[in-house]
Each structure stands twice: as structure tokens, then as C-alpha cells.
């Protein structure tokens, strides 16, 4: 079973325009609304392959009350906290080469009260196997050690506790000892102090985590693929995309990818990386946030090599 945690849920527009303009009147050419939020993705990507996942997330007013509707549309089992603040509406601006430029709002403070009836809701779904995915930024009201407490609390009760967030929750979770993050290049950088260049630096970064307690760590490198680092374990894996239309979504759908497969063979990373990689890239070639189904992942078949080249240069820099 997996479960997904989304503290700051976002009802995610898409506006496609010709190009950039600042200071211009910019007429979009199309647009599309998804719901949002990181575990929100990972549980519609997951849904889209007819796996069910309950995603847990606060959603309050008539925005909330869409985002509940185009989640039950997605054909995702939703645990509502029901909250005074409406969610946030985050605004993704798509050029026709694939370049995106995102918006997003704080997103509404949640009371003490709401925040502990959250931690009840995922407490109360979980069974030892569990896998449980703490996803995204948090907003206002939830401290910044809320993925980190909730690692022990989870963990006593057989659950296997991700995280995938960034700036001040990700710092607290590190030294928690999580039993995945996924961090993006960015993250990773942030996480260990210090720039990193290479295939090798990313391996080493990965390796100073697991040192730190965490059991694997995932870390997405956009079109450079990805690394997965664990116990005896040292995986790069690539996906080809030849046209990317919208990466917003891709680290989100590649977590899917991984938790899918994982939670199933939870011995076999490389199955686990590729899986995860041909989520990643499929979720490239769609519009906005939306997720890809099966037919969609198996257009992008992935690569996992065994043995990587430290010195290669990340394009990402
Ligand atoms: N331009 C690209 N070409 C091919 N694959 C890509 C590209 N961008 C992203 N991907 C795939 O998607 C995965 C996740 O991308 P990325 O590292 O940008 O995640 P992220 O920053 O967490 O994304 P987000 O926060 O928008 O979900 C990558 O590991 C890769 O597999
Ligand atoms: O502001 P956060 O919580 O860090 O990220 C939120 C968000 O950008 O992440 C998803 C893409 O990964 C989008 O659905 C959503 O708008």
C-alpha cells in the first residue's frame, strides 16, 4: 500500500503562449488545470497505471472543493483534512520549445489543530509494509521539522517513510534518516553544501547521505537521468526524450515510477530505476502536470548501466 502526504496542495494552471514577454499582454493559446501538489502527482501517475495509493492532503473551500473533484476524476482515493484556507493556485507558462516558467503561491496557512488532524489521517492509514511519500514545500503553520518527526512515528509502526522536499524541511528530514529521498540536482546541492558538477560528485553527495542514516537516495538530474544510491548499490540510468514539452511534474511522476516497482520487488533497484526513468521522461512529453498511463511510459524505454563515468559533466549546469 502506498500513501501520499501533500501539506501544500496547489491546483496547477497550465497557460501555453507563444512566447515570454515581461511587461507584455501575452495571449495564451490553451491552457489546462490539473490538480497538484507533489504527492498529488505521485498518486494521479500512480492511478493512471490502475494502482491505488490514498493521498492524504488539506483542502478547504470551493477551491478545495475542485481540486477534491479533479482528483476523484483522476480516479485517486483521497483522505480530505478538511481546512479554512483554500489551496493555492500555482500558474505554469509553457513556450512551444519546452521552456517553462512556474509561479507558485505560499499556499494557505494551516492551524495547529489542522496540522495534527493531517499527522492523524496518514497515522491512521498506515500497516507495517506501508510505503508512505511526504511530498513538497510546506506551508505557513507546519513546522519545518514536520517530515522529520514524522519519520520515527512512522517508521514504529512498519512503515517505509520518502521524502522528496527542499530548503528548511529538507535539511530537518536529512538527519531523520528517511528510507528514500529524492532529491533534484538543486536539492542534492543544497543538502550537502557544496556545487556538484559530475556523475561522480552526485554519487559521492548520495554517499554522504547514507552516511547520515538515510537508506537510498534517488536523485533526478532533469535530462541527465538519474542516480540511485543504497547499500551495495550504485545505479545511472537514462531515459531519451527527443522533444520535452513540460517538465513540471517529471520528479514527481519518476518518485511514481520507483514506488511502483519498489514496493512490489523491493529487492530490484534496476528495475526500480528504469521503471522510474521511463515515468520521468514520459511525463516530459505531456502537456502541464499531466501524468502519463502505461502506454505513455512504454514509449521511453530506459537505460540503467551498473558501472558510470565519475568524471561525466552534468548538462544541468
Ligand atoms: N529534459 C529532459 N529530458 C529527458 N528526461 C527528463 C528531462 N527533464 C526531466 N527528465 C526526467 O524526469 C526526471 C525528473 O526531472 P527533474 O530532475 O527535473 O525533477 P524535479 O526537479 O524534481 O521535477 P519537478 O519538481 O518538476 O517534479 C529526470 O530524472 C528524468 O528522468
Ligand atoms: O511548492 P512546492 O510544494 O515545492 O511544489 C509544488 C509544485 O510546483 O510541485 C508540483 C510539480 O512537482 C506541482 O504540481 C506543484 O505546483
Not at 78 to 95: D, L, Q, S
Not at 98 to 127: C, H, Q, R, Y
Not at 153 to 159: P, Q, S, Y
Not at 224 to 239: R, W
Request: net charge negative; with cysteine; glycine share 12%.
Amino acid at each position: 500500500m502506498i500513501i501520499t502526504l501533500t501539506p501544500n496542495p496547489s491546483l496547477d494552471k497550465t497557460l501555453q503562449i507563444p512566447r515570454l514577454e515581461r511587461g507584455a499582454v501575452v495571449r495564451a493559446s490553451g491552457g489546462r488545470v490539473d490538480a497538484g501538489g507533489k504527492g498529488v502527482n505521485v498518486s494521479r501517475a500512480l492511478a493512471a497505471h490502475g494502482l491505488a495509493s490514498t493521498a492524504v492532503l488539506p483542502l478547504g473551500g470551493a477551491a478545495g472543493a475542485r481540486l477534491a473533484e479533479l482528483l476523484d476524476l483522476a480516479g485517486v482515493p483521497a483522505r480530505v483534512v478538511t481546512v479554512a484556507g483554500e489551496p493555492r493556485v500555482n500558474v505554469t507558462v509553457a513556450e512551444p520549445d519546452g521552456v517553462t516558467t512556474k509561479i507558485n503561491e505560499p499556499g494557505p496557512a494551516l492551524s495547529l489543530s489542522e496540522v495534527s488532524e493531517m499527522v492523524d489521517a496518514v497515522v491512521g492509514l498506515v500497516s507495517p509494509g506501508t510505503w508512505v511519500a511526504g511530498c513538497g514545500s510546506l506551508p505557513s503553520g507546519v513546522p519545518d521539522s514536520f517530515y522529520a518527526d514524522l519519520v520515527p512515528r512512522l517508521r514504529d509502526l512498519g512503515a517505509h517513510v520518502v521524502v522528496d522536499t527542499s530548503g528548511p524541511a529538507l535539511r530537518a528530514v536529512l538527519a531523520a534518516g528517511p528510507d528514500l529521498v529524492k532529491p533534484n540536482l538543486e536539492e542534492l546541492v543544497e543538502a550537502v553544501g557544496r556545487p556538484l558538477s559530475t556523475l561522480g560528485d552526485v554519487v559521492s553527495a548520495a554517499r554522504e547521505l547514507l552516511e547520515r542514516g538515510i537508506s537510498t537516495v534517488l536523485a533526478s538530474l532533469g535530462a541527465d537521468g538519474a542516480v540511485l544510491v543504497s547499500s551495495g548499490v550504485c545505479l545511472y540510468g537514462t531515459a531519451r526524450v527527443s522533444r520535452p514539452l513540460s517538465t513540471v511534474g517529471a520528479g514527481d511522476a519518476l518518485l511514481a515510477g520507483y514506488l511502483a516497482h519498489i514496493s512490489s520487488a523491493p529487492a530490484d533497484f534496476g528495475g526500480a530505476l528504469a521503471n522510474a526513468l521511463s515515468f520521468g521522461a514520459a511525463a516530459t512529453s505531456l502537456p502541464g502536470s499531466r501524468m502519463p498511463g502505461p502506454d505513455e511510459v512504454a514509449a521511453f524505454p530506459a537505460t540503467v548501466h551498473e558501472r558510470l563515468d565519475p568524471s561525466q559533466k552534468l548538462s544541468l549546469l
